[in-house]
């Protein structure tokens, strides 16, 4: 990335040229699906609302969200594109999600009766994406429960109250393509969707998300979810070499302070770290409240990329800061540190801190929050 001037302090920069290559990378593995990006935790901390526009202007043509909150800061965007919400307790108030044609997933009778009752305040029918719970055991209606549900919602539908749009669950091991317990979800989502079928219903089924979108075509069914590959980071864990995705997030914050050091000085909280020689040392502002976890370099081993060199962290990761030990190279007030990003110039990639982590590189892009950090986008349809 540039060393602009004009960049802020500490952001997260989001590449929508990649989000909209990714969903492409999508669109072409499952050419008989329509495609939901999934964009809910703010796009999985990349902005949820120009990640929905550059995914619809690349194909997508559902969007998934885990609340209603979610769901409806969307729509006050403006984005009108079909759109999921998933995760609700039995006594939220629905009626705002259904004027504002937001399609309601129900995990339960009680939570389908909460649903109608919104749709009778909104004064029009719910469009609902009954949820069965396949093997996940999580949400979703349990295979035992399932005709009950169905009698409910038929009842529901002949009333004008509702319309059945999908049957649908999700996966517990789609990171692992060859699990027995894939076919296993699916027969049941099929038991299920039959079963809807059988009354009259005309539902549509999904199931896969992303790690599924990739490698089981056979679960593709009407409709894929891929979330984390939207983002370009690879849900199989293949290196950035082998994967057909790009990362979309860079993570760089600009120097605040450089100084000279002299030898044996203590650097940072407890003195993990002290200077060998005389050193240059350069403050970053970013930390733990940023999303920087301060377990990344307990071994010592967090790097960044700074003035053309891949250069340590020392010293524990403070609050909203770290310091990089520069030696005697030339770094400036104002030089950009990438902590991670795509790994085209050397950098660290969030798969590289997962690593260090233990983690997930979902829970990394997750992790980097939108109050602190500021969010700017590049790339084509940036706006
Ligand atoms: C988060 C989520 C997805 C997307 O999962 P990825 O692994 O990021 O592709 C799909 N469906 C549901 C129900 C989810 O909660």
Known sequence: MADRPESARAEAVVDLDAIRHNVRVLREGAPG???????????????????ARAALAAGASWLGVCTLEEALDLRAAGITAPLLSWLHLPDEDFTEAVAADVDLSVSSRAHLAAVLAGARRAGRAVRLHL???TGLSRSGVQPADWADLLDDAAKAVAEGEAEVVAVWSHLACADTPDHPSLDRQAARLTAAWRAACERGLTP?????????TMTRPDLHFDLVRPGIAIYGLDPLDRPAAESPLRPAMTLRARVALVKRVPAGEGVSYGHEWTTLRETTLALVPLGYADGVPRRLNREGRMRVLLAGAVRPVVGRVCMDQVVVDCGNDPVREGDVAVLFGPGDHG?????????????IHYEVVTGVHGNRVTRTTVGGGAR
Not at 204 to 212: D, E, G, M, S, T
């Open 33 to 51: 699906a329509e495609l939901m990006a999934v964009v809910k935790a703010d796009g999985y901390g990349h902005g949820a609302v120009p990640v």
């Open 131 to 133: 949820k069965v719970d």
């Open 204 to 212: 549509i089924r999904h199931l896969a998300n992303a790690a599924a």
């Open 347 to 359: 950098e660290p990639t969030a798969q590289d801190w997962a690593d260090e982590l233990g983690t």
